[in-house]
């Protein structure tokens, strides 16, 4: 009995010196946006970024994206607060700025620069990107110039002849916010892309 006890004494000292390999953190991916990204009137868990995350995770990807969504953000606001939208450890981050730059009249050319300087930003931490483009911007060039991905237009698929179609946009919304199907088809839309970034932000 006595030999038994200091086997299993043994073997208890034994366990504790055994380090096991921790369990890998899930990919943090970040969507950066505005209204278009939260789900103005509808609430985040109808929004594009809660979509492609279920199917993500469906798809046995150990993925976490955030919804960094602020109505009425704009590119400026976005690289003012980039640091706390994108914290450390974050693997990579889905821009998609500029509407409201638009809307409050922002020159062009400062929406470019201050788009380039996030992507820029968060390249050289490292971070994976993939910049979303809208009409009139074509912002591939940004893309390119910092190795990102790009999605030419975010409204593809609820648009027609530039404008949003009624089916998908909030009712009685001055503004047409996307609805739950609206939400729904920029995600299957968006969703090989996304994939592919968590793919890269993965290895």
Do not use: C
Request: net charge positive.
């Amino acid at each position: 009995m006595r030999y038994w006890r200091r086997i299993a004494a043994a073997l208890s000292v034994a366990m504790t010196l055994i380090t096991f390999p921790a369990a890998a953190d899930p990919i943090s991916v970040v969507a950066l946006g505005d209204s278009n990204t939260n789900g103005f009137g509808m609430g985040r868990a109808s929004a594009w970024p809660t979509l492609i995350e279920k199917w993500l995770r469906e798809k046995n990807y150990d993925v976490r994206i955030r919804n960094a969504g602020v109505t009425a953000r704009t590119t400026g606001g976005g690289l003012k607060r980039l640091n706390s939208a994108a914290p450390e450890g974050t693997d990579a981050v889905i821009v998609f700025l500029g509407r409201n730059d638009l809307r409050f009249k922002v020159s062009a050319k400062t929406t470019r620069r201050n788009l380039d300087q996030i992507v820029r930003v968060l390249r050289e931490r490292g971070i994976e990107v993939l910049l979303i483009g809208f009409e009139p911007y074509d912002i591939s060039a940004i893309a390119k110039e910092y190795g990102a991905d790009y999605y030419p237009d975010f409204f593809e698929g609820v648009t027609e002849n530039g404008v949003k179609q009624s089916r998908y946009v909030l009712r009685f919304d001055p503004f047409r916010h996307l609805n739950a199907s609206g939400h729904k088809v920029i995600a299957e839309r968006l969703l090989p892309s996304i994939e592919k970034l968590v793919r890269r932000a993965g290895r």
